[in-house]
Each structure stands twice: as structure tokens, then as C-alpha cells.
């Protein structure tokens, strides 16, 4: 089970050497470079995957779990859809962007698959998804092909890249805290990494 849905990872570094804690979000130049490179490459699942992961604001387990029918409705993928976090059993909606539409359709029709499949198969077992430790060397492999230290980033970076992007451009913390469906603004604020007093400003000044 994904360690993202059930527990905190420890801080510092862990017996086998990996280092945990709060994995860095990707800069909007590197989101860019690993796009380009995965559409050089014709890698059309991990575009798919890439760019959703981006866009959703997922936790590795739930992007895991996603099936066709979730992101695409009578043969199109959705501008919004909506999904049930497995941490928190609280549903949480999200946007595709154009780019990730058109990576996702074309990813469903080149693997041809069915409104009830996964939609990322795995390849032991189709009939399954793509595991948790699949999918961090996945990531890794990402970050490792701009030059990146994959230590320094996780599957986790996915989640925490566009809610950082949105912080840093609107200091909208409340927006975050319901794009990352999180329960209390502290969550968001610890999450992010932010100074309390800043985020307490804005807070104050954000009408709910």
C-alpha cells in the first residue's frame, strides 16, 4: 500500500540509505524539460501519467487507482473531474488542462483501453494498476533525465508541485487548502513549507 495514503515517512535518512522527508516540488522550466523529453522519447503513458499526476494534485495511491471511466465521459476526457481520496474518504475535484486531455486520450486509445480498466495497467498484471514502487522509480527516472537527484524528489513531488506554483504566484492559501482537499488551513500551511505568519495574513484577508 502507498506509504502516501497511510503514514508519514520518518525524517532523515533511512536504513537503506534513501533520504526521506518533505520531497521538493518541481520549478515550472523543469515540469517543461521533463515534458519535452518524454514527448522526444514517444513515452505516451508516462506524458499521461506525468502530466495528470501534475494536474490532479493526487496522492500516488489515488493517481494509481484511477480508472478510464473517472477522467473520460462519452468518449472525452473531462475538463474537471472529482475522485474519493482513500486517506481521507473525503472526495476532491480537479482540473485537466488541454495538454493533459489530449496526453490522456491519446494514451487510452494507443493502449486501447476500456471505460472499467485501470488506467494505468500494470504490466505483470494488466488486469491490475501500475504498483507504488513502480511508479517511484518512474518518478525517479523523470527527475534523473533533466539532471535531478532523485533523492531530492518522490512521488510526492507530483502532489506538491502545482499547489506551490499557485501559492507562490496568488499567496491564495485558502485556494490550495480546497485544491488539496485538506481539512484545516495548518495542514496547508505545514504542507507547503510556508512562514505561519505570512500564511496567517492571508488567511485573515480570505472571506470563507
Known amino acids: 500500500m502507498d506509504k ?3 503514514q508519514k515517512q520518518p525524517n532523515g535518512p533511512s536504513r537503506r540509505g534513501k533520504l526521506y ?3 521538493r516540488p518541481l520549478k515550472a522550466k523543469e515540469i517543461w524539460e521533463i515534458r519535452m523529453h518524454l514527448e522526444m522519447d514517444h513515452q505516451h503513458r508516462d506524458l499521461a501519467m506525468f502530466n495528470l499526476g501534475i494536474d490532479s494534485k493526487l496522492r500516488g495511491c489515488d493517481l494509481l487507482n484511477l480508472r478510464v471511466h473517472d477522467v473520460m465521459q462519452s468518449g472525452q476526457v ?3 473531474a472529482v475522485v474519493m481520496q482513500r486517506k481521507t474518504q473525503r472526495p476532491v475535484k480537479f482540473e ?3 495538454a493533459t486531455r489530449t496526453a490522456v486520450s491519446a494514451w487510452i486509445k494507443l493502449a486501447e483501453l476500456a471505460p472499467g480498466r485501470y488506467l494505468f495497467p500494470g504490466k505483470k498484471n494488466p488486469a491490475g494498476h501500475v504498483s507504488s514502487r513502480q511508479y517511484a522509480r518512474v518518478v525517479d527516472g523523470w527527475v534523473e533525465s533533466i539532471g535531478l537527484d532523485p533523492d531530492l524528489y518522490g512521488t510526492h513531488t507530483m ?4 499547489p506551490t506554483l499557485i501559492y507562490q504566484k496568488t499567496k491564495n492559501i485558502r485556494a490550495v487548502q480546497l485544491l488539496l482537499g485538506h481539512t484545516k488551513v495548518e495542514n496547508t500551511v505545514r504542507y507547503l513549507g510556508i512562514e505561519v505568519d505570512d500564511a496567517l495574513e492571508i488567511s485573515e484577508q480570505t472571506d470563507i
Request: proline letters at 0%.
Open 159 to 162: 502532489r506538491r508541485t502545482k
Open 96 to 98: 485537466l488542462t488541454e
Open 4 to 6: 502516501e495514503c497511510t
Open 78 to 80: 473531462l475538463a474537471r
Open 21 to 23: 522527508g518533505q520531497k
